[in-house]
């Protein structure tokens, strides 16, 4: 742990050298973040509900989404590009230390501009749950933070998969896009809203009805048991194996070579 | 046992053929056919603790492989490596806290900061003790002259005094080895000697065993007393760079300025070309002694001037490959 | 002029060569304008009227702009021109006896060509043959697929010289994160690629309705699908030539300037 935050100070410290582009970039990163809000803006202004659920329905599953991802995005970068570092053959020097490699990967890359999209998330969550008609108790304040965990656990996930495509090859990377933007697009509604094939996959294969829609479920009052506050927590079988299967990259990277 | 003690590793690797034509892309694709490339094969070497060794041969011919299967990053598909009763892609994080890599096309300081908090961050990696991290931080910085250039952003120091920073950071933790692949690429005059001055101090004080690729022949002259020269996976050549001298290094150039004509054949003149005045000649010492050649020569011309070129070792690497076609 | 050609022949055919990149690029393409359709399905599964745009039109128009994607979308960065422009090698392009102008014109049109010509046709035949009520809808008649050819054609060089002139901006701002990425993503939400211009708020459609943005990918595809009449298609192809002419005199006049400058500063 005491590593990781040196890597955050050095990064902190390098970024701090452009502090202008640093700015601008900040400013820039928030404008982009505003198209897809002023998408679902749009689209409510148009209708009413999208089949039950209210605009701040949709925000608050929009925004724990985002929030994970980019929360990874900004701590977890270099696991988000580890294909560069495949490419450049920088990987190499990660082994030639004596630590751990996932937290040498973490800590290659910190975004700290992208820190502009996790405030921009949590302004949105808070404008949401400011505007839903819901009774809070105990069990759903944990829920919610429960969903925002999972979600962070799951992008990481998602993340740590899409580096381990780069141990078998590196061409067409661009796919990761599906998983990580694409999920993120298809999450950004309750799940809910599609046809049975998508709910199937976004609730077993890539898992982002655990964090946003089951759990959205029980804050909503739409379901009562108990079982679905604790739903996110599947994210964490989901990230084990995808570390199990990068350590695997590993040993296959040492043997094979690049 | 010696200190590092390699046997018969061999590694293969395996590369996808691409496939032309329309749908190459996709037939590759569904039925991927491959190359294998032995990239080394039945290598063996032993180095004592201390020593110095180049490992040269041409691009292509297992010298990365090698550095890299020695410093734990690869395993070999066979045979057996044993480093200070370690096996480097077993003991891989016991085993690389002992030794210091410098590639020299590739940076592990960080661009944008200066390099002392590079170092830092080296520290807390190979968790270093404070005391011992300040000692050797200021035996760096004094063997190196580093004193004026740690507070400088890294990219804006010369790419000598970057090698230098570089260098140190390989060394900050004390490892017992050094790996140093093209340590004075792009240099120049005065950097390559320091950076050659320093090696072979460290070498010295502290006893660090140093394997050094190169395609620069001076850094090997400087530095290593002992070659192992690669080439197509296999060993060459391994020995002192005296009797690769002996045994390869037999012709010379005489280059002779005259007005006269001459035309000699002997089975020891190699070659020999006129131009203008100038008349060059390459003879093989094995057959004559230079003396005479030049006893007999000016028996029958008369010389303005001689200038006798013996080779450097660049062409005799080259004339090596040559001769065992690599 | 041949030299360009040169240019945008390099380029489209080195585009050609990252197959694996088309492959990707096509899976993305399918899987958003699933999630697209998807999504504005289920909003009009769930409420009876007030559709800004009909149902299948609205499809087939989505598809469309998947379909043509690599072609429409305005946040499109040439690593090769932002590098030379970041380290100060511009000045040696004006050694050479070429137009800067229209030199990355042809780079950044050869690229783009090369990357629609592998994506196309994959995303129209997979949209083809969707099931109802998410399949693509090809038939038009004459009138409006020859007015949509021309608008597409025009909206492919509108978009070049949009793309062109940020580029030209970032020889003055020499970064290309702050103002141009704002001008980009600004760009690309009132071009109506995130989300169709009938589904904004009717001022700025309005707005929309003046700026060259629309004319890259909303105009030609809702022309295609009918939502458009003639006769506004008609202006619409009249405005897309005006924008063009507007485009290429500011960037010109800019990168000259932009030229001027970085001769001065000695590069």
């Keep these: ?179 990580t933007d694409g999920g993120k697009h298809l999450a950004q509604y309750p799940i809910g809203i599609f046809r049975k094939g998508f709910v199937l996959v976004l609730t077993y294969i890539v898992p982002f009805g655990f964090v946003n829609y089951y759990p959205l479920l029980y804050i909503l009052g739409r379901v009562e048991k108990k079982v679905y506050i604790f739903s996110p927590i599947t994210t964490i079988l989901y990230l084990i194996v995808s570390l199990l299967l990068f350590y695997k990259g590993v040993k296959k990277y040492s043997s094979v070579g690049s | 046992m010696s200190f590092i003690e390699v046997k018969h590793i061999n590694k293969t690797f395996k590369v996808p053929i691409r496939e032309d034509g329309k749908f190459g892309a996709m037939k590759s694709f569904f039925n991927r056919k ?152 792009g240099l120049d005059a005065v950097s390559k000697k320091a950076v050659r001055d320093f090696i072979k101090r460290i070498n010295k004080t502290n006893n660090v065993t140093v394997i050094l690729t190169t395609h620069d022949m001076s850094d090997i002259e400087a530095l290593a007393k002992r070659i192992i020269l690669i080439g197509k996976g296999s060993i060459l050549y391994d020995g002192t760079i005296g009797k690769l001298k002996k045994n390869y290094d037999y012709l010379r150039k005489v280059k002779i300025t005259t007005k006269d004509n001459i035309e000699i054949k002997r089975d020891y003149i190699i070659n020999q070309v006129k131009i203008k005045d100038e008349i060059e000649f390459v003879i093989d010492i094995r057959k004559v002694e230079l003396s005479d050649f030049i006893k007999a020569i000016s028996s029958k011309i008369s010389i303005i001037d001689i200038e006798i070129i013996s080779n450097d070792i660049d062409d005799l690497i080259v004339r090596l490959y040559e001769e065992y076609k690599i | 002029m041949k030299s360009y050609l040169s240019y945008f022949n390099l380029k489209f055919k080195t585009g050609l060569q990252y197959r694996a990149a088309a492959y990707a690029g096509i899976a993305t393409q399918l899987f958003f304008g699933i999630i697209y359709t998807s999504v504005y399905i289920a909003f009009y599964e769930s409420n009876a009227s007030n559709y800004p745009m009909e149902l299948n039109k609205l499809i087939s128009f989505l598809w469309l702009n998947q379909a043509f994607f690599s072609l429409m979308y305005l946040w499109h960065k040439d690593k090769d021109i932002l590098a030379i422009i970041k380290n100060g090698n511009i000045a040696y392009e004006l050694c050479r006896p070429q137009d800067l102008y229209l030199m990355w014109a042809s780079k950044i049109l050869g690229e783009r060509l090369s990357m629609v010509t592998l994506r196309f046709l994959p995303v129209l035949i997979f949209a083809l043959l969707l099931p109802f009520p998410y399949k693509l809808i090809l038939k038009t008649s004459i009138p409006f697929f020859l007015l949509s050819i021309i608008a597409l054609v025009l909206s492919t060089f509108l978009s070049t010289f949009l793309i062109l002139l940020c580029h030209i901006i970032c020889m003055f701002t020499l970064d290309e994160k702050g103002i141009v990425n704002i001008f980009m993503v600004t760009a690309d939400i009132l071009s109506g690629l995130v989300i169709p211009i009938p589904f904004f708020p009717s001022f700025l459609q309005k707005i929309s309705n003046i700026l060259p943005f629309r004319y890259v990918s909303d105009f030609p595809f809702r022309l295609y699908v009918g939502d458009i009449n003639i006769r506004e298609g008609i202006i619409g192809i009249i405005i897309q030539l005006i924008w063009i002419i507007i485009l290429v005199i500011i960037g010109r006049i800019l990168s000259k300037r932009a030229l001027r400058k970085a001769v001065i500063q000695g590069g």
């Excluded at chain 1, 921009?120 to 008609?133: E, K, R």
Aim: hydrophobic share 45%; aromatic share 14%.
């Design chain 1, 1 to 179: 742990m005491s590593l990781y935050l040196k890597y955050l100070s050095m990064h902190l410290k390098s970024e701090l050298q452009y502090k202008m582009s640093f700015i601008l970039s900040f400013i820039s990163q928030f404008f982009t973040f505003f198209g897809y809000y002023f998408t679902i803006l749009c689209l409510f202004n148009k209708f009413s509900n999208i089949k039950g659920f209210t605009v701040y329905e949709v925000l608050l599953t929009f925004s724990i989404v985002t929030f994970g991802c980019s929360f990874c995005e900004v701590f977890f970068r270099g696991m988000d590009q580890f294909d560069k570092l495949i490419v450049e053959g920088n990987f190499d020097r990660l082994l030639l230390r004596p630590r751990n490699i996932i937290l040498q990967v973490f800590g290659e890359e910190i975004n700290y501009v992208k820190l502009s999209r996790v405030l921009q998330s949590l302004v949105i969550l808070v404008i949401a749950l400011l505007n839903l008609n819901v009774e809070w108790n105990i069990y759903k304040v944990l829920t919610l933070l429960l969903m925002m965990l999972g979600s962070i656990t799951l992008f990481l996930s998602l993340f740590t998969i899409a580096a381990t495509y780069c141990f078998i090859t590196v061409k067409g990377l661009e796919i990761r896009h599906v998983l």
């Design chain 2, 34 to 185: 491959y190359r294998y490339i032995n990239a080394i094969q039945d290598i063996s070497f032993s180095i004592k603790k201390g020593e110095i060794v180049g490992y040269i041969g041409p691009n292509g011919a297992g010298k990365s492989t090698t550095i890299k299967i020695l410093s734990g990053i690869l395993t070999p598909d066979s045979g057996s490596v044993c480093i200070d009763k370690m096996t480097p892609w077993i003991d891989r994080k016991k085993y690389v806290s002992e030794i210091g890599v410098v590639f020299g096309q590739r940076s592990q300081l960080w661009w944008d900061i200066p390099a002392i908090d590079s170092f830092n961050l080296l520290k807390d990696i190979y968790k270093i003790s404070d005391e011992e991290y300040e000692k050797t931080l200021n035996e760096l910085i004094e063997l190196l002259n580093l004193k004026d250039i740690m507070n400088i952003p890294v990219r804006q120091l010369s790419l000598g005094n970057r090698m230098k920073c570089e260098i140190a950071a390989s060394l900050i933790h004390k490892p017992k080895i050094l790996f140093l692949d093209e340590p004075t690429i």
